[in-house]
């Protein structure tokens, strides 16, 4: 089945840094989303970004799908952006299943 | 306000009492699917339902049954439940299109624990 690998597992920042997520995919996909998981579990979908780049915000995501790879960044940290950041791919199955990554843990201290 | 709504948030049982987490989304959507997530593990897929009475399994289903006599509800029964179904469950909806779905909407999720 398909792979999906985030870097970097683990990001500390300041408030007010900024910073990058990836994710990488091993095969062409219909669907791809970035989801931020809060400390009280749960999941907050940032994007639907198959492909392009949106912006809401501080969070802006750029994937690229014939490079099998997306991004997202992360500018002026605070600490309500927390959490775990988990990337999801459906690459077109008949159940529509999202394969998540392992997640990038933020902690944005004050 | 769209949303996928699960209950109850938290729930304690013990080995064998039947019990149902409910679903239900307010967005009109044919795809609904139901996963755990579990340390180490990540989430995984229990269920899906395509439309109204058309159900199907995901990756991990044993233990576990689905219905979806209405479009806008989805319960997951845990006719007997052991304590390896401890984990946090979450619903999910979407829109299914010609081209797929068209991104998933999460609930709030269950956390369960079976004693």
């Known amino acids: 089945g398909i792979q999906v690998e985030q870097s970097p597992p683990d990001l500390i920042l300041q408030e007010g840094a900024n910073s990058t997520l990836r994710c990488n995919f091993s095969?062409?996909?219909?669907?791809l989303q970035w989801f931020h998981q809060n400390p009280w579990g749960q999941l907050i979908n940032l994007f639907y970004?198959?492909?392009g780049t949106k912006q809401n915000g501080r969070l802006s995501a750029t994937t690229v799908a014939t490079e099998r790879y997306s991004l997202l960044y992360i500018s002026s940290s605070q600490t309500t952006d927390s959490g775990v950041y988990f990337c999801?791919?459906?690459?077109?199955?008949?159940?529509?299943?999202?394969?998540f990554g392992k997640g990038t843990l933020l902690t944005v201290n004050p | 306000e769209a949303q996928v709504t699960q209950n109850p948030r938290y729930l304690i049982t013990v080995t064998g009492k039947k019990l149902t987490v409910t679903c239900s989304q307010n967005?009109?959507?044919?795809?609904m699917s139901w996963y755990r997530q579990d340390p180490g593990l990540g989430l995984r897929q229990i269920y899906y339902?395509?439309?109204?009475?058309?159900?199907d399994k995901g990756d991990v289903p044993e233990g576990y049954k689905v219905s979806r006599k209405e479009k806008r509800n989805f319960p997951l029964i845990l006719e007997s439940p052991s304590p390896n179904q401890t984990s946090l469950y979450f619903c999910?909806?979407?829109?299914?299109?010609?081209?797929?779905?068209?991104?998933?909407?999460f609930g709030s999720g269950t956390r369960l624990t079976v004693v």
């Open positions: 999801a791919v459906d690459s077109g199955g008949s159940n529509y299943k999202l394969t």
């Open positions: 970004i198959p492909s």
């Open positions: 999910a909806s979407s829109l299914l299109t010609g081209g797929g779905i068209y991104g998933y909407t």
């Open positions: 095969d062409s996909v219909n669907n």
């Open positions: 967005m009109n959507h044919e795809y």
């Open positions: 339902s395509m439309n109204v009475e058309v159900t």
